[in-house]
C-alpha cells in the first residue's frame, strides 16, 4: 500500500465515527499537513452566498477569508470547476499569495449534485511539487467528502 492509499484508508475509517462535516475537514486537512512533506498548507474553501470562505485548515493562518469565484487560483476553479496545479507561482498572473514561501499549489474543487459546494487547496514550498497522482488523491478525498454531504 502506499502512503496516499494509506491516508485514504485512515479518512474512511474516521468518516464512520465523526460527529460533523466540520470535524471531519478538520481532522484530514491536519492529516495531510502533517503526513505529507511537501503539504505545508492544506486547507478547505467553501462557496456560501455567492464567495469562497475559509473553513478548517492546517498550516500559517492566510489573508485570504474570503475569495471572489475568478479570483485566483482559488476562484479559477470554483469558476471553471476544474482541478488547477500551478507548478511556479511566480509565473502565475491571477494569483493570491498567502505566504511568500509558496512555490507550487493545487485546487481540487467538490462538485456535489452538479454544483460547485467547495474545494481543497494546498500549497508547498516546493517548486512543482504536485502531479496527477496528487490530483487523484485529492479526487478520491472529495469523493469522501461527497458522501458525507449526503448525510448532512
Ligand atoms: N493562493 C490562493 C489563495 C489561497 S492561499 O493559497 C491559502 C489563490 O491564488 O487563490
Not at 466540520?22 to 499537513?33: A, K, W, Y
Not at 502533517?34 to 475559509?54: A, M, R, S, T
Not at 474570503?66 to 502565475?92: F, Q, R, Y
Amino acid at each position: 500500500m502506499n502512503e496516499f492509499e494509506g491516508l485514504l484508508k485512515i479518512i474512511e475509517k474516521k468518516t464512520e465515527k465523526i460527529d460533523t462535516l466540520d470535524d471531519l475537514l478538520n481532522f484530514i486537512s491536519q492529516l495531510l499537513h502533517d503526513n505529507i512533506p511537501y503539504y505545508d498548507w492544506v486547507g478547505f474553501y467553501i462557496l456560501k452566498e455567492g464567495k469562497l470562505h475559509l473553513g478548517p485548515f492546517s498550516g500559517k493562518p492566510t489573508e485570504h477569508v474570503e475569495i471572489n469565484v475568478g479570483e485566483g487560483i482559488c476562484g479559477t476553479s470554483a469558476k471553471t470547476l476544474k482541478p488547477v496545479l500551478v507548478s511556479d507561482v511566480t509565473k502565475e498572473d491571477n494569483y493570491l499569495a498567502c505566504s511568500v514561501e509558496t512555490r507550487s499549489e493545487i485546487v481540487v474543487p467538490i462538485i456535489y449534485n452538479g454544483k460547485f459546494w467547495g474545494e481543497i487547496d494546498i500549497d508547498s514550498d516546493r517548486i512543482n511539487a504536485f502531479s496527477e497522482k496528487d490530483r487523484l488523491f485529492l479526487e478520491k478525498i472529495s469523493d469522501i467528502i461527497k458522501k458525507l454531504l449526503n448525510h448532512n
